[in-house]
């Protein structure tokens, strides 16, 4: 059986910088691992934003050396997401794994 690899960090919230691309600033987030894909919690937003893993790409590819993880999204041009630590870059590189090449 096979099994879906963001299951295994599912439920684990890392805190993040968004920035939408289109202000200056940048707001606090939380970024989840779903099956869907990256869930992008926003304060003052009921839902999260889904990044799904297929349409995120890097700007250096991912390894099990990266120390954070600045992310875009093919659909959302300009917004970028920006994750500090080891732990969330590995995950990542797991679930979507076209941002290690």
Request: hydrophobic content about 40%; glycine content about 10%.
């Amino acid at each position: 059986m096979h099994s879906d690899p963001a299951e295994k960090f599912a439920g684990r919230r890392f805190p993040g910088r968004f920035s939408d691309g289109t202000s200056a600033g940048t707001q606090t987030v939380d970024a989840e691992f779903s099956q869907r894909g990256l869930l992008i919690f926003r304060s003052g937003s009921e839902e999260p934003m889904i990044w799904p893993y297929g349409a995120l790409s890097t700007a250096e590819p991912l390894s099990a050396h990266s120390i954070d993880a600045l992310v875009t999204y093919q659909y959302q041009p300009g917004a970028s997401l920006f994750v500090q630590g080891g732990p969330f870059a590995r995950a990542l590189a797991e679930v979507a794994p076209q941002l290690t090449a």
